[in-house]
């Protein structure tokens, strides 16, 4: 099970981010815990300076930008 989480505090970006991970999963069919972290404290123990970011089993795949569903898949395949 893949552990995948958007971080962000809850600014519209962020949002965007959750909306399309989540569509992501659902086309994929992807086995996950998805979770959105907006606790500033945490999401700086990722190292992201700017958000929305998005995590995928511990690695950072992308921050600062909401990514394309086609991309997204990818970092979720």
Not at 27 to 35: K, P, R
Not at 56 to 77: C, W
Request: hydrophobic residues 40%; negative net charge.
């Amino acid at each position: 099970m893949k552990k995948v989480r958007v971080l962000g505090p809850g600014c519209p970006k962020c949002e965007e981010l959750m909306k399309q991970t989540q569509a992501a999963v659902d086309e994929l069919g992807v086995d996950c815990d998805l979770e959105k972290v907006t606790d500033i404290l945490e999401i700086t123990t990722y190292g992201v300076m700017m958000t929305p970011a998005l995590v995928v089993d511990g690695q950072v795949k992308a921050s600062g930008k909401v990514p394309s569903l086609d991309d997204l898949k990818k970092m979720l395949s």
